[in-house]
């Protein structure tokens, strides 16, 4: 059901809601029928809280730069797929203290759901600076010949050696490798974080780390 939900239009309504008294239920009824499975409860909670989750959603990502009508429709649908996930959790187990408790939840879920999409735009764009950084460095030492490619391992292995020499153990070898796979062979952060058993931020943090360290010792 969760797909369902997620791929529903919020503009594509039945028309037998309007025979149903919505307005008139509250927010804690609301939400024990869409616990129910009540496919027009589930629609009435989408109708009602779109513009408080689009809004919250556009204030988060507007700190950055300016949201477009797709970009948050996906996340309105993102804040809808995280409602729903572990069989409704979130909704099950609302805590009722006040009348504005799911206004509350659907805020932070939002804010949530929007600064994670911040953080994977960061993430990209401090890969791409990454490996722009380095490739400059080697660009402007490397020999222009026709054994470029050559002088290019040459390089990479002699910013290896300088790095064991700065870098304590433990660790050491396994960082190096990281930093050889992803210039060498174009290995991704992300690859590189499943074969070394690490998150992907921790594999991005070591390169950027080693990137500024190559960069300042191997001039």
């Known amino acids: ?18 025979t149903t008294d919505w307005p008139g239920v509250s927010d804690r ?12 409860a589930w629609i009435e909670l989408m109708s009602r809280y779109h513009l408080l989750i689009v809004k919250v959603s556009s204030r ?23 409602i729903c996930a572990n069989e409704f959790r979130a909704l ?13 939840l659907l805020q932070v879920v939002s804010s949530t759901v929007a600064q994670d999409y911040l953080r994977r735009c960061l993430a990209q764009s401090r890969s791409l600076h990454l490996e722009q950084q380095l490739d400059a460095f080697l ?18 292995r002699q910013i290896a050696s300088r790095l064991a020499q700065l870098i304590p153990e433990p660790n050491r070898t396994r960082d190096i490798a ?9 290995v991704t952060a992300a690859e590189l974080a499943r074969l070394y058993h690490l998150g992907t931020k921790t594999v991005e943090s070591k390169l950027l780390r080693l990137t500024r360290l190559a960069r300042a010792h191997c001039a």
Request: charged letters at 30%.
């Open 1 to 18: 059901m969760t797909n369902s939900l997620a791929a529903m239009s919020i503009n594509a309504f039945p028309d037998k809601l309007i």
């Open 29 to 40: 009824n609301l939400v024990e029928l869409c616990l129910a499975r009540n496919e027009d």
């Open 60 to 82: 988060t990502i507007r700190r950055w730069f300016q949201p477009t009508p797709s970009l948050l429709d996906d996340l309105f649908e993102e804040v809808l797929v995280k």
């Open 92 to 104: 099950r187990e609302l805590e009722w203290r006040h009348e504005g408790t799911l206004r509350g």
């Open 139 to 156: 660009h402007d030492r490397q020999v222009k010949s026709t054994h470029s490619a050559v002088e290019h391992k040459i390089l990479l």
């Open 178 to 186: 990281m930093v050889l796979l992803y210039y060498r062979y174009r």
